[in-house]
């Protein structure tokens, strides 16, 4: 739908804050929204179009959406010519997908909504598009048969943004959760990971902070810098989160994460992307391919 056709948005009501938004705390009208959503479909299933959608719906957001052709299932890096005369040759996207996403768009109610044409690689998507959306919205499906670690991961380092990764499996396409875990580790990722994460939070019924700040080597350490406590952050954004110490070693924190979050229930595991440098992720292992890897619930990371 171009600029032209849209109609305008009409005025939001005050949304119903889950349990989480703090009896006596200050409400506000804008929770930070994103106001360019982009749904990225690259597999069979339509999660991610339908996540955006009610997401868009509910936030008054802008959404693009797109089309991209399935990761290779190998574990070479580079295309093979096969695969560079296809990408020339056939579009990725049809007349079929773009109408089939304005009308989903229609019906979720999204007012302002966009066909994006892309020909390229995921990462490379998201690195070009990244810098003009708030959030992208992918599911797992998209990496089926290979390593998420490596095509995931690589594109979470290049876009730079949040991104809400479903599972293959997800029932509920809506974007809304009711019990949002938070992994903390007092990295830079994980704060900033949290901060993008404050619709959902507010949004939510039940908000653990999932504390393993200990479990990081010493060599791992920021640069020094304020000593700033998540649960008073959180307070302060209206936010009655309950806290939780996560107790392991560095090899095992994102099981142990994984672990915390089935306990409790959760269905959004929120946290930060490569604490560690991407080499380390990939020698050591790491919270971030652990979880990628094997995360039964949907996941909201940033880098």
Same mark, same amino acid.
């Given at each position: +739908?171009?600029?032209?056709?849209?109609?305008?948005?009409? %005025?939001?009501?005050?949304?119903?804050?889950?349990?989480?938004?703090?009896?006596?705390?200050?409400?506000?009208?804008?929770?930070?929204?994103?106001?360019?959503?982009? *749904?990225?479909?690259?597999?069979?299933?339509?999660?991610?179009?339908?996540?955006?959608?009610?997401?868009?719906?509910?936030?008054?957001?802008?959404?693009?959406?797109?089309?991209?052709?399935?990761?290779?299932?190998?574990?070479?890096?580079? %295309?093979?010519?096969?695969?560079?005369?296809?990408?020339?040759?056939? %579009? $990725?996207?049809?007349?079929?997908?773009?109408?089939?996403?304005?009308?989903?768009?229609?019906?979720?109610?999204v007012t302002r909504a966009d066909w994006v044409?892309?020909?390229?690689?995921?990462?490379?998507?998201?690195?070009?598009?990244?810098?003009? $959306?708030?959030?992208?919205?992918?599911? @797992?499906?998209?990496?089926?048969?290979?390593?998420?670690?490596?095509?995931?991961?690589?594109?979470?380092?290049? &876009?730079? +943004?949040?991104?809400?990764?479903?599972?293959?499996?997800?029932?509920? &396409?809506?974007?809304?959760?009711? @019990?949002?875990?938070?992994?903390?580790?007092?990295?830079?990722?994980?704060?900033?990971?949290?901060?993008?994460?404050?619709?959902?939070? $507010? *949004?939510?019924?039940?908000?653990?902070?999932?504390?393993? #700040?200990?479990?990081?080597?010493?060599?791992? #350490?920021?640069?020094?810098?304020?000593?700033?406590?998540p649960m008073r952050y959180l307070a302060r954004?209206?936010?009655?989160?309950?806290?939780?110490?996560? @107790?392991?070693?560095?090899?095992?924190?994102?099981?142990?994460?994984?672990?915390?979050?089935v306990h409790d229930r959760s269905d959004l595991?929120? +946290?930060?992307?490569?604490?560690?440098?991407?080499?380390?992720?990939?020698?050591?292992?790491?919270?971030?391919?652990?979880?990628?890897?094997?995360?039964?619930?949907?996941?909201? +990371?940033?880098?």
């Open positions: +739908m171009s600029d032209s056709d849209a109609r305008p948005v009409p %005025p939001l009501t005050q949304p119903t804050a889950g349990a989480a938004h703090g009896a006596g705390m200050p409400t506000v009208r804008n929770y930070g929204w994103p106001t360019d959503v982009l *749904a990225v479909r690259q597999g069979v299933s339509h999660a991610a179009w339908l996540a955006g959608i009610g997401l868009a719906a509910r936030w008054g957001s802008r959404l693009s959406g797109c089309r991209l052709p399935a990761e290779p299932t190998g574990h070479s890096h580079e %295309p093979t010519v096969l695969a560079l005369l296809e990408r020339v040759d056939e %579009p $990725h996207e049809s007349a079929a997908d773009a109408t089939s996403f304005a009308r989903l768009a229609l019906a979720g109610g044409s892309c020909r390229g690689g995921l990462a490379e998507t998201l690195h070009r598009l990244g810098a003009w $959306h708030d959030l992208v919205i992918l599911a @797992r499906d998209a990496f089926a048969g290979d390593d998420p670690f490596e095509h995931f991961g690589q594109a979470l380092l290049g &876009c730079r +943004m949040p991104c809400l990764l479903l599972p293959t499996d997800s029932a509920d &396409c809506s974007g809304l959760f009711q @019990r949002v875990a938070i992994g903390w580790n007092g990295s830079i990722e994980a704060t900033r990971a949290m901060h993008a994460a404050l619709p959902f939070l $507010h *949004a939510a019924e039940h908000v653990t902070l999932i504390d393993g #700040a200990r479990t990081r080597p010493a060599d791992d #350490a920021d640069e020094p810098a304020p000593d700033v406590d954004h209206g936010i009655a989160a309950h806290r939780k110490t996560l @107790r392991t070693t560095p090899s095992h924190a994102g099981e142990a994460l994984l672990a915390a979050t595991l929120v +946290m930060g992307g490569y604490s560690h440098s991407p080499v380390r992720e990939r020698i050591l292992g790491g919270a971030t391919r652990h979880v990628l890897a094997h995360a039964p619930l949907a996941v909201l +990371m940033r880098h």
